[in-house]
């Protein structure tokens, strides 16, 4: 059973970077067995798909934020990461990690296990 | 602004049924892109609840079930019982925005 857990600051001044790592256990990233993605919800709001990573570097992301986002992978660490550059206040959300079973370049399965979330919030 | 367009709630006393829709277009469940359902408790991450439009990860129960016609995915929940109160979200591929979309969501209350 794949087990991820979401760390980072909990506090990012505007205009910087926000950066989390995702810590995976019960499955090797570089087994090539999924892709790993970034979602995140606003308080009291919904969920947006943020972009996602394969074991070999490829990457997606959503068009609404692709300017600002980088994800990387560290196999060595079993770890996956979010950078999001000048951030504002409308980027202070509830940041998950999540996993799809890998199944092709352009293939779009459900997002199956999930971390519990960690908060980041976008003030001075 | 999501593309994925759910009712903000339903609500329903316990043992009946519910259905909560999720309308989409030609660019996402319409273009054959399957539906999932995610059920969310306060304060906790997703669960999934149906993926495939249709099938239920072991464990959930079958009182859950998914559909699927035209541009719209169905989760009907049967024999709602108090623990089913929670927000419920649709996820399905947009080919248009190149990426998931999840829906608006819905709250779901037992009277």
């Known amino acids: 059973q794949v087990q991820l857990q979401e760390s980072g600051p909990g506090l990012v001044k505007p205009s910087q970077t926000l950066s989390l790592t995702c810590t995976v256990s019960?499955?090797?990233?570089?087994?090539?067995?999924?892709?790993w993605s970034w979602i995140r919800q606003p308080a009291g709001k919904g969920l947006e798909w943020i972009g996602r990573?394969?074991?070999?570097?490829?990457?997606k992301y959503s068009p609404s934020l692709k300017s600002r986002v980088t994800m990387s992978v560290d196999t060595s660490k079993n770890q996956f990461f979010l950078k999001l550059t000048s951030v504002t206040a409308a980027d202070t959300a509830i940041y998950y990690c999540?996993?799809?079973?890998?199944?092709?370049?352009?293939?779009?399965?459900?997002?199956?296990?999930w971390g519990q979330g960690t908060l980041v919030t976008v003030s001075s | 602004q999501s593309v994925l367009t759910q009712p903000p709630s339903v609500s329903g006393a316990p043992g009946q049924r519910v259905t909560i829709s999720c309308t989409g277009s030609?660019?996402?469940?319409?273009?054959?892109?399957?539906g999932h359902w995610y059920q969310q408790v306060p304060g906790t991450a997703p669960k999934l609840l149906i993926y495939?439009?249709?099938n239920r990860p072991s464990g959930v129960p079958d009182r859950f079930s998914g559909s699927k016609s035209g541009t719209s995915a169905s989760l009907a929940i049967t024999g709602l019982q108090a623990e089913d109160e929670a927000d419920y979200y649709c996820?399905?591929?947009?080919?248009?925005?190149?990426?998931?979309?999840f829906g608006t969501g819905t709250k779901v209350t037992v009277l």
């Open positions: 999540a996993t799809s079973v890998y199944c092709g370049d352009d293939c779009y399965p459900f997002l199956d296990h």
């Open positions: 019960g499955s090797s990233i570089s087994s090539g067995i999924y892709y």
């Open positions: 990573i394969y074991s070999g570097g490829s990457t």
């Open positions: 030609n660019t996402n469940i319409g273009a054959g892109y399957d």
């Open positions: 495939g439009n249709i």
């Open positions: 996820l399905s591929y947009d080919i248009s925005l190149s990426g998931y979309v």
